[in-house]
C-alpha cells in the first residue's frame, strides 16, 4: 500500500471524527425531510399514488442523499494514519457533504422546512475541517501522485482469499483474451465471439452465483454476491459488453428460478444455464412500456398443452445469441389485475450469430428478432421481437400452476441480483478509465511537462479516484449483507450511484485526453458510450430513484410512525 504521510495523526483523526459527525448531522436531516414527505404523500399510513406523483421531484432528491450518504457511511472506518486510501475516503466523504446540503437546502425550503439544523452544519467546525483537508492543494497534488504510481494497490478493497484469487484470474483473462479483442468488436459492431464465451464457459462464469446442488460454484443456500461482484468489475474492465455483461442475464433468470421455479426446473434448467449452453436472454421491456413492467402487454393465451404469445418486447439484449428467453406475459386477460395478471415463461430457440433471425414452428407460430443500432454497448445487441401465435409448452411456465400472476415478483427478484451485478460493471468500467487517464496523462508532454505533473491533473485523478472507492465501497457492502445483495432497495442504491459515476468517471478520464478522447482508436472513446447505457437498464434511473428508493424511504418513515402510535 502507498501511503501518505503527510499530515500528522492526529489530525487524520480529527478530520475522520469531523466526518462521522457531519455525516451523522445529515443523515438527521434527510430523516426530517423523509418524514416531511412521507406524510404529505399518505393517506392514514399508506401512501397514496397521486400525491407521490405530486412531488416526484422531492422524492429524487431524497433518493439521491439516501445513496451518496449511505455510499459514505460504508467509507466511514478511517485509519488514524493518513494512507492514500483513507484520504480518498475523507475526500468522497466531503463530496457526498457538498452534494447532500445542496440537494437539502432546496428539498427544505420545497418543504417549508426549518433550515436551521442545515445553517448550523454549514457553519460549524467540523464541515470547516473536512473541506479544508479534501481541498488543500498540497495534499491533492501529493494525493494525485500517489494515485498515478499506485492505483491498482490503493483502491484495490479487501475479499476474501477465493475471491481475491477468482478476481485476478478473470483480470488476466480480460487483459490476454477480451481486450485485445474489445476494440474491434464495438468498432465493427461484432457479436461476441466463441473465442471468449467458450473459455468463459469452462471457468465457470455462468454458474458463478447458482447453487453447488444445481450446478454451479456457490455455495449451499447462498448467491455468492462478492465472488460476483468482482469477477464482473474484472470482466467489465476490458469490456464492459464483450465479458463484464455476459454475466447478467443468467444471473436474473437463476434467481428467478431458484426463487419460484418448480424443483423439476431447478434441476432441469439451472445446471444448464451454469455451463452456460444455452445463453440467456430477458425479455421483458417493451416498446410502450419501459422500466414501467407492470403495464407489459404481450399476451399469453393458454391452449392446449401451453400458450401461445402474441405481441412485441424490445431492448432484449444478447436474444440472437442466446438460447433460452426469459419472457414476462400477460397470463390474465384482466388488465384492471396490472401486475397480478403477469407470469413468465421459457422460451427455447436456436442460438443465432446474425442481428436478425426469423424461427417459424411447425404449427405456424413466428418468432422475429432484429438488432437496434446503438451508440455504445456493442458485441451482445438489444433486440426487438415480435411474438406471433408463437407455442410455448406448460412445462416452461416458471412456477408451473402456482406460478400464474408472480412473474411480475419473480422478475423484481431477479432484477435485484442483475442491479447489484450492474453496479460491478460499472465499478469496471471507472477501473479502466481511470487506469486510461493515467497512462495517458504519463506520456503526453504539454507545455514541456508531462501531463500528470499539473496540479488540476492530479485533482482530476484524486476526484475520480474518490469517487470510484465510494461506490466500491458501497455495492461491496451490500453483496456481503446476509441476504447476499437481493434486497431491492440496497442492491438499486448501489447501481443508482455506480452508474452515475460511471458517466462522471469516464467522461472525465475522457477530457483528460483532449482530442484523442474523441478518437473511436481510444478505448476511453468507448468507455465513455458504454458507460451512457448503465443508468438507462436493469431499471432507469429515475424509476429506481422514484418507485424503488424514495418510495421505500417514505413507506419505512410511515411504518415508523404507525409503531410508535
Known amino acids: ?210 447453487p453447488e446442488e444445481y450446478g454451479g460454484s456457490a455455495p449451499p443456500g447462498q448467491h455468492n454476491a462478492p465472488m460476483m461482484l468482482a469477477v464482473t468489475e474484472a470482466l467489465s474492465e476490458a469490456s464492459l459488453a464483450a465479458a463484464g455483461s455476459l454475466i447478467t442475464r443468467p444471473e436474473i433468470l437463476a434467481r428467478a428460478l431458484l426463487v419460484g421455479g418448480t424443483e423439476y426446473q431447478k434441476r432441469h434448467w439451472l445446471p444448464r444455464i451454469a455451463r452456460g449452453e444455452p445463453l440467456c436472454a430477458i425479455a421483458m421491456t417493451e416498446p410502450d412500456h419501459g422500466s414501467d413492467v407492470a403495464g407489459v402487454t404481450l399476451r399469453a393465451t393458454a391452449s392446449g398443452a401451453g400458450w401461445l404469445l402474441d405481441g412485441a418486447k424490445s431492448w432484449c439484449t444478447f436474444a440472437g445469441k442466446a438460447g433460452l428467453l426469459m419472457v414476462l406475459a400477460r397470463t390474465d386477460p384482466d388488465r384492471s389485475l396490472g401486475h397480478r395478471g403477469l407470469s413468465l415463461l421459457l422460451v427455447e430457440k436456436p442460438s443465432s450469430e446474425g442481428q436478425a433471425f426469423t424461427l417459424t414452428q411447425p404449427q405456424g407460430g413466428t418468432l422475429q428478432g432484429r438488432a437496434i443500432a446503438t451508440i455504445g454497448y456493442r458485441g451482445m445487441h438489444s433486440f426487438d421481437l415480435a411474438f406471433e401465435r408463437f407455442f410455448v409448452p406448460q412445462a416452461n411456465l416458471i412456477g408451473g400452476e402456482a406460478g400464474l400472476g408472480r412473474g411480475f415478483y419473480l422478475t423484481m427478484a431477479g432484477m435485484a441480483g442483475g442491479r447489484i451485478q450492474t453496479a460491478g460493471r460499472a465499478l469496471g468500467l471507472m477501473r479502466a478509465a481511470i487506469r486510461a487517464a493515467i497512462q495517458y496523462a504519463r506520456d503526453r508532454n504539454v507545455f514541456n511537462a508531462p501531463l500528470v505533473d499539473f496540479p488540476l491533473t492530479r485533482n482530476k485523478l484524486v476526484a475520480m479516484a474518490a469517487r470510484f472507492i465510494g461506490c466500491q465501497a458501497l455495492a461491496f457492502a451490500v453483496a456481503r449483507e446476509p441476504q447476499s445483495g437481493t434486497g431491492a432497495l440496497e442492491a438499486s442504491v448501489a447501481k443508482l450511484l455506480a452508474c452515475r459515476s460511471a458517466e462522471i468517471v469516464t467522461r472525465e478520464a475522457q477530457q483528460l485526453h483532449g482530442a484523442m478522447g474523441y478518437a473511436e482508436e481510444t478505448a476511453v472513446s468507448r468507455y465513455w458510450v458504454d458507460a451512457r447505457v448503465l443508468a438507462i437498464f436493469e431499471g432507469s434511473e429515475e424509476t429506481l430513484a422514484l418507485k424503488v428508493i424514495g418510495r421505500g424511504l417514505l413507506q419505512a418513515a410511515l411504518s415508523e410512525g404507525a409503531g410508535s402510535c
Not at 82 to 98: D, E, H, K, T, W
Open 1 to 210: 500500500m502507498i501511503e501518505l504521510v503527510a499530515e500528522p495523526s492526529a489530525e487524520a483523526a480529527g478530520v475522520g471524527a469531523a466526518a462521522r459527525v457531519v455525516l451523522g448531522r445529515l443523515d438527521t436531516a434527510l430523516e426530517a425531510a423523509i418524514h416531511r414527505t412521507a406524510g404529505l404523500c399518505a393517506q392514514g399510513n399508506r401512501l397514496d399514488a397521486v400525491r407521490l406523483d405530486a412531488y416526484q421531484g422531492i422524492c429524487y432528491e431524497l433518493a439521491w442523499c439516501h445513496a451518496e450518504l449511505l455510499a459514505a457511511r460504508s467509507l466511514a472506518g478511517i485509519d488514524g494514519r493518513v494512507q492514500s486510501r483513507a484520504a480518498l475516503a475523507v475526500i468522497f466523504m466531503a463530496q457526498v457533504a457538498a452534494s447532500v446540503l445542496g440537494r437539502l437546502a432546496d428539498v427544505y425550503a420545497a418543504l417549508s422546512l426549518d433550515a436551521a439544523p442545515l445553517q448550523v452544519l454549514l457553519a460549524g467546525r467540523e464541515l470547516a475541517d473536512l473541506r479544508h483537508f479534501a481541498n488543500a492543494p498540497g495534499r491533492l497534488a501529493e494525493l494525485g501522485a500517489a494515485i498515478a504510481a499506485g492505483f491498482e494497490q490503493i483502491t484495490e478493497i479487501e475479499v476474501d482469499e477465493q475471491t481475491a484469487m477468482a478476481r485476478e484470474i478473470f483480470r488476466r483473462f480480460g487483459r490476454e483474451v477480451v481486450a485485445p479483442l474489445a476494440g474491434s468488436i464495438h468498432r465493427e459492431d461484432l457479436t461476441v465471439p466463441e473465442k471468449i464465451l467458450q473459455p468463459l464457459r469452462e471457468m465457470g462464469v455462468f454458474g458463478l452465483s447458482i
